[in-house]
């Protein structure tokens, strides 16, 4: 199964680019996988929040292939234990799955076109954190679900 994790905006922190890295070349390891990134709309001021969503939403929708299974990071998605979601992906791969793209998107969420597109959503957590901080923490929730899944002793 192909993994793609499709974000808007750059990371700016130094800190969270490094932990990225890290984990985007472990997990290389396990998947194919690879990040995309979508940038960022340009003067936003005078958009309501609303406008900014349905042009971000645009944007991911043409980043998308039909064939794709869409999993949208959402504050309101299902809330997996990391066994669990490891057991969310290995589903997905023995069900022939060919490509899952784990979307983040804008600051205020996603665009109705996005939440109609998408095959699921998941939560990370009920607490909110930076967009940012939710790209390092999802991609090493995704390596400790490969390493799960292998049985080795990372999660432990």
């Known amino acids: 199964m ?16 490094e932990g990225m890295s ?4 472990r997990l290389k390891n396990y998947i194919s996988f690879e990040s995309r990134l979508i940038p ?3 003067n936003t001021a005078n958009l309501s929040f609303d ?3 349905n042009m971000e939403g645009k944007l991911l929708l043409n980043a998308l292939s039909p064939a794709d299974t869409i999993v949208l990071l959402d504050e309101n ?5 990391s066994t669990e979601f490891a057991q969310f992906l290995q589903k997905h791969m023995l069900q022939s799955t060919k490509s899952m793209v784990f979307v983040i998107g804008g600051p205020y969420g996603f665009s109705k076109e996005m939440y109609a597109r998408a095959n699921d959503k998941i939560s990370l957590s009920r607490m909110t954190f930076s967009h940012q901080m939710v790209r390092l923490i999802f991609l090493e929730q995704l390596y400790r679900a490969m390493t799960i899944l292998k049985n080795e002793p990372y999660h432990h």
């Open 22 to 25: 890290i984990y985007e070349k």
């Open 77 to 81: 998605g299902k809330n997996f234990s």
């Open 51 to 53: 406008q900014q969503k």
């Open 2 to 17: 192909k993994t793609s994790f499709l974000v808007i905006g750059k990371t700016t922190e130094d800190y969270l680019k």
């Open 40 to 42: 960022e709309i340009k």
